[in-house]
């Protein structure tokens, strides 16, 4: 596709619920990037993955957040037992190269989730 | 964590007239770019600004850059009702791969 490609666009579930995320990068697009955000606030990053390994998942809050990217493109965000807390706007973006490299991001949609 | 803090957090404006808006972040940096956010789902790119530049043009946008200060500005001359959004400055933090992002400035622009 032309564009970052997340789905599903909203999602909705029970608290202790597993859910997982998908993300579509840009066709050739090595880095792909999580981020969170809430109501107000900026993107919070989670992790990044340069090509098939995560180069940095420094900003996973706990255990229950996990993503992988077994091929180096499609990507998934795995969320176990769901908290109301967890509960945002889920960015996925990608880049040709690393950020460090002066290079933009491209973002998604995002992916609305609510835990009820 | 957020690196960025933008100011002001909230802006209105008329049509035609010029908006500012400035980001501080904490850490020395590779670059420093500006994004646009329409009703809280995707980002769009705006200007990348380099360490080792000082200002920057695009169309409408300037942005500047003092690293010394660890701060950057981005004006929006003769704006649009179009460019009612909210702008946000993301930084690439050396010895890092990640973009870091601020907290935003909510821009309204008044037809």
């Known amino acids: 596709g032309a564009g970052v490609s997340q789905t599903p666009s909203n999602k909705v579930t029970e608290k202790g619920k597993y859910v997982e995320l998908r993300c579509d990068p840009i066709?050739?697009?090595?880095?792909l990037y999580w981020y969170r955000q809430s109501l107000g606030q900026g993107p919070e990053f989670l992790i990044y993955?340069?090509?098939?390994?995560?180069?940095?998942d420094s900003g996973l809050p706990n255990d229950r957040f996990f993503a992988v990217r077994p091929e180096g493109s499609v990507s998934t965000l795995k969320i176990q037992r769901t908290e109301r807390g967890d509960s945002a706007v889920y960015l996925c973006a990608s880049s040709p190269r690393q950020g460090n490299m002066g290079t933009e991001a491209f973002f998604g949609q995002g992916t609305r989730l609510t835990v009820v | 964590s957020q690196q960025g803090e933008e100011d002001p957090q909230a802006l209105s404006i008329q049509e035609g007239e010029n908006a500012t808006m400035n980001c501080s972040y904490k850490t020395s940096i590779n670059n420093l770019q500006w994004y646009r956010q329409n009703s809280g789902r995707g980002l769009v790119h705006l200007i990348l600004?380099?360490?080792?530049?000082r200002e920057k043009h695009s169309g409408r946008l300037r942005v500047t850059l003092d690293t010394s200060k660890k701060s950057s500005s981005l004006l929006i001359t003769a704006s649009r009702a179009a460019d009612t959004a909210s702008y946000f400055c993301?930084?690439?933090?050396?010895?890092?791969?990640?973009?870091?992002f601020g907290t935003g400035t909510r821009l309204k622009v008044l037809a």
């Open positions: 993301a930084t690439v933090p050396s010895g890092t791969y990640k973009y870091i």
């Open positions: 993955f340069q090509g098939t390994g995560a180069a940095d």
């Open positions: 600004i380099r360490s080792n530049e």
């Open positions: 066709s050739g697009h090595t880095a």
